[in-house]
């Protein structure tokens, strides 16, 4: 405490050589004094002091205006103190700088003694007010990184499941991803904002999660379905919809959505015969994803098409198959995403 740095303020030269004589004296060894008051502030922000010893009746700016200036400066959380070292004060002038920030009084002529018991009180509150403050930035800061970290797990066990679902029927298993991050792509580009977007690249790896229930007999069959196979495999949707049913987290009724609307079509000719804007926003998004994904990637019963057939495909389904504003928007994702894509087999 005794190290503390302590700004004094008083315009007459032998105020501040007692003052500082009664500090020394007291064993306080980083003191700044001014008697030019229209260098306080510049003098508060260069030393950073603990505590402020301010005269009141100065050549403006007077003591009043350094307490607003220091208000000013100080932080709501902050507690600096500032004793006021003056001449009789009436009730009013105490009132005002009290209200000001002031946190003491002394008057002239100053009982050594009492001033540096006073000041010692001042520090040592102080001192316990930078402690709480610190650790409530330090509790803070564990809370923010266990919040992260939860949100990471939270993510990562998603991307674990959607590959899952993936390992059934997708000979790369990275089918899920690849839509999922698209997805992402085509919601932030049609305006989503960022933090809902991002939901897409985790909740949208689960749109074929339904897939599990589904035979590999079906599921992998190279051959067309028969229409009780293909009625089969149309459950997936709604398979996947009750899996992710039930939550109360945003991101799992997100995917609930996706799996379970992501083979309606724009035109009303889909699984469930569900239309235009009554198709739920993330299932359009998904679905132009998701066809893309699987036009340029083998599957048992087609080969991989060259992904400028498949960006022709996606445009003359645009306002069939697809919303004409989601297609646009994958058509318009950079042409490195769609190579992207292709790539990753
Ligand atoms: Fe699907």
């Known amino acids: 405490m005794l190290e503390a740095p302590i700004l004094i303020v008083d315009?007459?030269?032998?105020?501040?050589?007692?003052?500082?004589?009664?500090?020394?004296?007291?064993?306080?060894?980083?003191?700044h004094t001014t008697t030019d008051s229209s260098r306080a502030v510049e003098l508060f922000e260069q030393v950073h002091p603990e505590l402020v010893l301010l005269d009141l009746h100065m050549p403006e700016p007077d003591g009043f205006a350094i307490l607003r200036q220091l208000e000013a400066l100080t932080g709501p959380d902050d507690y600096?103190?500032?004793?006021?070292?003056?001449?009789?004060?009436?009730?009013?002038?105490?009132?005002?700088?009290?209200?000001?920030?002031?946190?003491d009084f002394i008057t002239k002529p100053v009982n050594a003694t009492e001033m540096v018991l006073r000041m010692r009180n001042?520090?040592?509150a102080r001192l316990l007010h930078t402690r709480e403050r610190q650790m409530n930035e330090t509790l803070e800061r564990k809370v923010a990184e266990r919040t992260r970290e939860l949100e990471e797990?939270?993510?990562?066990?998603?991307?674990?499941?959607?590959?899952?679902g993936d390992f059934r029927d997708d000979a790369t298993g990275q089918h899920a991803r690849r839509v999922a991050t698209s997805a992402m792509l085509v919601a932030r580009s049609i305006g989503l904002p960022a933090g809902q977007a991002n939901l897409y690249r985790w909740a949208a790896g689960l749109h074929d999660i339904g897939k599990i229930a589904i035979p590999d007999s079906i599921l992998l069959?190279?051959?067309?379905?028969?229409?009780?196979?293909?009625?089969?495999?149309?459950?997936?949707?709604?398979?996947?919809?009750?899996?992710?049913?039930?939550?109360?987290?945003?991101?799992?009724?997100?995917?609930?959505?996706?799996?379970?609307?992501?083979?309606?079509?724009?035109?009303?000719?889909?699984?469930?015969?569900?239309?235009?804007?009554?198709?739920?926003?993330?299932?359009?998004?998904?679905?132009?994803?998701?066809?893309?994904?699987?036009?340029v990637h083998e599957r048992p019963y087609k080969h991989a098409w060259r992904v400028e057939d498949a960006l022709a495909e996606i445009d003359r389904q645009r306002g069939k198959m697809f919303?004409?504003?989601?297609?646009?928007a994958f058509l318009a994702l950079p042409r490195a995403v769609h190579c992207t894509v292709r790539r990753a087999a």
């Open 122 to 124: 001042l520090l040592h």
């Open 11 to 31: 315009d007459r030269e032998e105020n501040v050589a007692l003052l500082r004589s009664i500090l020394e004296h007291a064993g306080h060894t980083s003191l």
């Open 80 to 103: 600096l103190p500032v004793f006021v070292i003056t001449a009789e004060l009436d009730e009013h002038a105490r009132q005002e700088a009290l209200s000001l920030g002031a946190k």
């Open 323 to 328: 919303e004409p504003r989601v297609a646009d």
């Open 221 to 295: 069959k190279p051959g067309p379905l028969t229409v009780d196979e293909f009625e089969e495999v149309k459950m997936h949707t709604q398979i996947g919809a009750q899996v992710l049913s039930g939550s109360r987290f945003p991101i799992l009724e997100l995917a609930r959505l996706i799996a379970f609307t992501h083979h309606e079509r724009w035109d009303g000719r889909g699984y469930m015969g569900m239309a235009g804007e009554d198709i739920p926003l993330p299932g359009r998004i998904v679905a132009v994803c998701d066809v893309f994904d699987a036009l």
């Open 153 to 164: 797990a939270q993510f990562e066990i998603l991307d674990r499941l959607a590959l899952v």
